[in-house]
């Protein structure tokens, strides 16, 4: 028992009916709170606390590496509004989920790592305990807020204090440290009952004062191009009829950032998506709702954005993101579902809708990419470029809109962004705000488990390659879940040597890889598919039967470009560049 622990002799089964420990303390706070997903990786000293919940009728799902946990109770957070949860072990099983967590707070998705921890007393004098590590102090400048409990009484407090954390203003990542002790603490059962707090209101609405919306529509009325962009904010706000009404009723073309993609249908008459060159350009205000003026948008700046001057409207729940990038001129602060709504009631007073040499412009632009791009994405080759396997997979999007989309890769992440539609809110899960590879098969996961619908993976087989073990976890809990390996051999492309004839090249893999057989080895299905014909059989077979499925679809090794479409970011030798 640990020093600080308050002891408590159990010596008489009597006696032991009134006591409840830090393991179930926790379960309870957990399930008081509604948190019923748990997604893990077992071991010291955290075993029993997973069988615990468990039996308690909470899911626990274990993963074969914290990462990919991570990564699924991060996507679950952004996907329920409510924080998604990983546990892991303690010092490197902590590690492996703090990237998952980091992740969880730069996409702003609610998230709580909790994570067992050793000996406080030896880890802190430094005495060299099992895998001792201070966490508390590495997770939090990389998380939102961070905490430990020492106490099982404060169990509670500790719970309520990380979900409100996690999921109020602007939603992050939170740890959660739990010593070896505490979990084995007891104390009185009632007393305990009585520690636990249900969270009132965890994310407050927070209303926009009637100046900021006053502000944002003169300047939108005074706009001669304006633009909307969507973020995922403001897919996560799950504000999807007013947000649509408002697109509607202003008649402003739209642009989504790429996990916003079917907040409105893709194929929406204002969707500027295929004009995006032309709408960033042009556009005279810019209305950002829940995205970021990041390197995704090229900080609002340079040759993306062209010479026009622009006038930045910008809805976001967090005031410090305004004026990060480029000066905003209406700052709307507050949560997008209160922001949209009370801007829909100020058009209602009055609106005349953007001219139309604007809107036709920017319809003109979208039908003649769309028709530009539409015969390559009906190439039949084999082996498959990557708009021809893609043309297959929009096609199976468009008839199955409730199917959700996980993708990864460069190429594979790049093409399938553009060419894939999507038809309903919440339905795109990607890389997000890092642009960070090994999400796969965690996010296909978590979206698997929180919503029951099919999921199709499209990965690049670099990408894959981070999470691919995961396929053991697909096949356990029998999930339906469909992944597509482009396989082109490489990184980027598949063709890369070493000048000195020693060694693979950097980028290349083993060619002709059998991916597939990775899913067949666990008792999933596994097929290869040469042809987009072959992929589109395939994938609808998955997706019918909803068994774990594997497709390796062969793309050519020599499709594919350096970085797929950021390769500008790659700095330049100026001594050689072969
Ligand atoms: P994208 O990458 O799609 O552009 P970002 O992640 O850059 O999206 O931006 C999302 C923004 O949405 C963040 O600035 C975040 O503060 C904001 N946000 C998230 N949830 C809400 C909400 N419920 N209300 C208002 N803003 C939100
Ligand atoms: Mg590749």
Redesign the pocket.
């Known amino acids: 028992m640990s020093a600080t622990a308050p002891s408590v002799d159990v010596k008489t089964d009597e006696a032991a009916q009134d006591l409840t420990d830090g393991f179930h303390l926790l379960i309870d706070a957990l399930k008081l709170n509604d948190i019923n997903t748990i997604y893990n990786v077992p071991g010291i000293p955290i075993t029993d606390l997973g069988r615990y919940m468990q039996a308690a009728g909470l899911r626990v799902l274990s993963f074969r590496h914290e990462q990919h946990a991570g990564y699924a109770a991060a996507i679950a957070g952004f996907l329920t509004k409510k924080p998604g949860v990983c546990l892991t072990v303690s010092a490197p099983g902590f590690l492996n989920g703090l990237t998952a967590l980091a992740h969880a707070q730069t996409?702003?998705y609610p998230m709580i790592l909790m994570s067992g921890s050793s000996e406080r007393e030896i880890v802190d004098l430094q005495q060299g305990d099992y895998e001792e590590m201070d966490q508390l102090a590495i997770a939090k400048p990389l998380c939102k807020a961070a905490f430990r409990v020492l106490h099982a009484e404060d169990i509670g407090i500790a719970v309520a204090r990380a979900i409100r954390a996690a999921v109020s203003g602007?939603?992050g990542g939170v740890y959660l440290d739990l010593p070896a002790a505490l979990l084995g603490q007891a104390m009185d059962a009632a007393k305990g009952a009585q520690s636990l707090v249900k969270v009132i209101d965890p994310?407050p609405a927070?209303i926009p004062s009637a100046d900021s919306i006053a502000r944002a529509l003169d300047v939108l009325k005074g706009a001669k191009r304006p633009l909307i962009?969507?973020?995922?904010?403001?897919?996560?706000?799950q504000a999807d009829a007013d947000i649509k009404a408002l697109v509607e009723k202003s008649g402003i073309p739209y642009l989504p950032?790429?996990?916003?993609k079917g907040l409105l249908p893709d194929d929406h008459p204002q969707s500027a998506g295929a004009a995006r060159s032309l709408a960033l350009k042009e556009a005279d205000v810019v209305m950002l709702i829940?995205?970021?003026l990041?390197w995704?948008?090229s900080h609002g700046k340079g040759k993306t954005w062209g010479t026009e001057p622009k006038k930045f409207i910008q809805?976001?729940?967090?005031p410090k993101?305004m004026d990060s990038n480029v000066e905003i001129v209406a700052p709307v602060v507050?949560?997008?579902?209160s922001?949209v709504s009370a801007l829909l009631e100020g058009i209602a007073k009055g609106w005349t809708p953007p001219p139309a040499a604007w809107t036709d412009a920017i319809r003109e632009k979208v039908s003649t990419n769309v028709s530009k791009m539409a015969p390559r994405l009906q190439n039949n080759n084999s082996p498959m470029d990557f708009h021809g396997a893609l043309g297959a997979l929009k096609t199976i999007i468009k008839q199955r809109p409730d199917a959700i989309l996980v993708n990864e890769g460069a190429n594979t992440l790049d093409f399938a962004r553009s060419v894939i539609d999507m038809h309903k809110p919440r339905k795109r899960l990607d890389v997000?705000?890092w642009g960070v590879m090994g999400i796969g098969m965690g996010q296909a996961i978590g979206a698997a488990v929180e919503t029951g619908h099919p999921v199709l993976a499209i990965e690049g087989d670099s990408a894959f390659g981070f999470s691919g073990m995961e396929v053991e976890t697909i096949c356990r809990y029998n999930l339906p879940i469909c992944v597509v390996v482009f396989n082109n051999g490489g990184i980027y492309r598949g063709t890369d040597v070493d000048p000195t004839g020693r060694d693979p090249g950097t980028t290349v893999f083993v060619k002709d890889a059998r991916y597939d057989k990775m899913m067949e080895a666990f008792g999933g299905v596994g097929v290869t598919a040469t042809s987009p014909d072959e992929l589109t059989r395939a994938v609808n077979e998955a997706m019918d039967s909803g068994r774990p499925t594997l497709v390796n679809a062969i793309i050519d090794p020599l499709a594919g470009t350096e970085s797929g479409r950021i390769g500008n970011l790659n700095p330049q030798s100026v001594v050689s560049k072969k």
Request: glycine letters at 16%.
């Open positions: 996409n702003c602007r939603p994310a927070q962009i969507l973020g995922k904010g403001a897919a996560y706000a950032m790429s996990m916003a829940g995205a970021r990041n995704l948008l809805i976001d729940i967090e993101e507050g949560d997008i579902g922001c997000g705000t």
